[in-house]
């Protein structure tokens, strides 16, 4: 991958109108953790995602999504600042990388 390319296929990235925004994965994110999902297999990114909201709010896991997506900050580093712990920052790239995937995905299909 050259530097020139994005990271991740987020609108803010690619300027691709059919790729997710980075405010639709925060929306799904928060969503997802208002909201889990009890029978589906990635369950766990909805319960850890509640778990990461409760304890630090919406607004640092807003910050943190956009510095990932948008900014291609490393998932440890991106909680810098905001007195936040880097493992859940690894935690918040994670769900937000695989709820851009997902969106995307149902736009393709």
């Known amino acids: 991958m050259s530097d020139t390319e ?3 296929d987020v609108r803010e ?3 691709d109108p059919d790729h997710a ?3 639709d994965v925060i ?3 928060v969503h997802r953790a208002q909201n889990p999902r009890t029978e ?3 369950t766990h990114f909805d319960r ?3 778990t990461v909201i409760d304890t630090y709010g919406t607004d640092p ?3 943190v999504i956009h510095r990932i997506l948008v900014d291609n900050e490393p998932f440890r580093t991106a909680t810098n600042g905001l007195e936040m712990r880097n493992v859940d920052g690894v935690r918040i790239g994670t769900a ?7 969106l995307n995905a149902q736009d393709d299909g």
């Open 6 to 8: 994005p990271r991740y």
């Open 13 to 15: 990235q690619t300027g």
């Open 21 to 23: 925004s980075v405010d």
């Open 27 to 29: 929306d799904l994110v």
């Open 40 to 42: 589906h297999e990635d």
């Open 48 to 50: 850890t995602m509640a």
């Open 61 to 63: 896991v807003r910050t």
């Open 96 to 102: 937000a990388s695989w709820f851009l995937e997902e």
